[in-house]
């Protein structure tokens, strides 16, 4: 069994469209808007999840960088690699790593 709990940052959304603006975190589980600076909704959950999931498939993380920078130019130019998992698996973590 896994749980994956951190509410040291975490705030009540009385309105979920709100924009946020906090910006804390490790930055290769953050969206490229947080990573940017730029306002964000909840949904950038998702794609720390989907960090997570193609971690654990496999045992590292999409993209690795040595700075912000070099990370948000990376998640924008490189495609995911997937050395494992089934198509739909893939389909997945492609959506919930989609850039917008």
Not at 20 to 43: D, R
């Amino acid at each position: 069994m896994f749980k994956i709990c951190d509410f040291g940052f975490s705030k009540v959304i009385k309105d979920p469209t709100m924009a946020l603006h906090t910006c804390v975190g490790s930055p290769i589980y953050m969206a490229p808007q947080i990573l940017e600076k730029k306002n964000y909704s909840a949904k950038c959950d998702i794609w720390s999840l989907g960090i997570i999931y193609y971690e654990l498939l496999h045992g590292a993380v999409p993209w690795t960088a040595r700075s912000e920078k070099d990370l948000i130019m990376k998640i924008k130019n490189q495609k995911i690699v997937y050395t494992y998992g089934e198509t739909k698996t893939q389909n997945i973590i492609n959506k919930m790593l989609e850039v917008n």
